[in-house]
């Protein structure tokens, strides 16, 4: 895994982190799961068991609907905040609290900030399915020494050793990004595409 910046090749992710920002600027927040916003989901899953939390993360968005960025959106990839994944505003249709890998991804990343959990231990991953040879979203989360996966496909928080049909293409968080290369082989000067997609089929 090889360290590189800037994060600005990806598009979609730098445009999440500006969006957020606008977000709070108008004090928009999550109602969904919980009608108190972010300031009840908080106090209800704050622990002092880091493990805890993220099994109870990765519980609470899972449970919210996967639909396909094509049906839901009518495009193929777009890449929405947590406010936008689970509180509709006026140009989302009522009541629709759903999203595809990657919103589940970044919304889980944003509730573990919430929650304590530093910007060292978060990365959004962007992986390929070898099962259904697919590329899928995913969060990482480094801490005690593993790194851990909150993924909407999987119900339980495993360690990233323990999840064999995912091949790492690349690792990002707000500061950096982390490319994947095989033991032995220098990283490609250019990088993965800048748009930073998880493709098809997540």
């Given at each position: ?62 449970s ?41 991804a ?66 990002i968080n ?29």
């Amino acid at each position: 895994m090889v360290q590189q910046q800037p994060i600005e090749k990806f598009p979609k992710w730098t445009g999440i982190l500006a969006e957020v920002q606008q977000e709070l600027a108008k004090k928009a927040d999550i109602n969904a799961p919980y009608a108190g916003g972010w300031d009840e989901f908080v106090q209800k899953n704050r622990s002092a068991d880091k493990l805890e939390m993220m099994k109870k993360v990765n519980e609470t968005f899972n449970s919210m609907r996967y639909v396909p960025d094509q049906k839901n959106w009518g495009v193929p990839d777009l890449w929405n905040t947590p406010v936008q994944f689970t509180q509709p505003p006026d140009y989302v249709v009522p009541g629709r609290v759903s999203g595809d890998c990657e919103d589940h991804a970044i919304a889980k990343y944003y509730a573990l900030q919430k929650l304590g959990f530093t910007q060292d231990e978060l990365r959004i991953l962007v992986v390929k399915d070898l099962n259904l040879g697919v590329g899928h979203c995913i969060l990482g989360v480094i801490t005690a020494g593993q790194c851990f996966i909150l993924d909407n496909q999987i119900k339980s928080v495993w360690t990233a050793d323990k999840i064999q049909h995912y091949k790492p293409i690349y690792a990002i968080n707000e500061t950096a990004w982390w490319q994947f290369v095989p033991a032995g082989q220098a990283a490609p000067a250019a990088g993965p595409a800048a748009g930073g997609g998880a493709g098809q089929g997540d």
